[in-house]
């Protein structure tokens, strides 16, 4: 979908993702320190992640393609008291160029585009992760077709453990995690499972 679909998408006073950090981003960096760091979130959306890390100290730039969905985070970070700690930069996942040019976190949450457009965009992203640094990343696995709910059913979009390595390497990244989880998603009919794909790396000093 292109930005203008998801300006419609998110044209909406609720929150589509609700405001809720997503539970695998809190498990990767609930132990890292943001006092005095900064952190970029691409494709952050309506910012629940990013105002999750601003409430922990980070200076957050959320990067989305979606100008309504970053109007909603700036709000989001206005009711939450950290507006002076989250910056928004719209652009696309494979062009960005963030304000931060170097963060000592990079986040990358479900954004499920084709396997050599998230390439390009991991790529890019991984640039601005400096030494000592954190990426991590979260996507609908690619096995959720066969095992989950949820998520988008184009397996050209759905990347896997193969995808995200041949994605890292030349970056200079160190992959430390990168396994399918089990999660859960809200259906009509209650709690399903899905499967998720997560991604720790960390660039050494």
């Not at 100008?67 to 910056?87: I, P, R, S």
């Not at 995808?163 to 990168?178: N, P, R």
Request: charged share 25%.
């Amino acid at each position: 979908m292109d930005s203008t679909t998801w300006d419609q998408k998110y044209s909406t006073d609720e929150f589509i993702y609700t405001k809720i950090e997503n539970r695998f981003v809190v498990e990767l960096c609930k132990d890292l320190d943001g006092t005095n760091k900064k952190a970029i979130d691409l494709a952050g959306g309506e910012g629940r992640n990013s105002v999750w890390l601003a409430k922990r100290g980070w200076q957050v730039e959320n990067i989305d393609f979606s100008q309504v969905a970053l109007d909603k985070y700036f709000q989001f970070a206005k009711e939450e008291g950290v507006e002076d700690n989250c910056l928004a930069t719209c652009s696309a996942g494979e062009s960005f160029v963030p304000k931060l040019d170097s963060a000592e976190l990079a986040v990358i949450a479900y954004l499920q585009i084709p396997e050599a457009n998230l390439e390009v965009a991991i790529r890019r992203l991984s640039s601005h992760v400096a030494p000592g640094g954190n990426l991590v990343g979260v996507w609908h696995s690619r096995e959720n077709l066969e095992g989950g709910f949820g998520g988008p059913r184009d397996p050209q979009v759905l990347p896997n453990v193969e995808t995200i390595t041949k994605a890292l390497e030349g970056t200079g990244l160190q992959i430390e995690v990168l396994e399918n989880r089990d999660g859960q998603i809200q259906t009509k009919e209650g709690l399903k499972p899905s499967v998720t794909l997560v991604l720790l790396a960390h660039r050494p000093l």
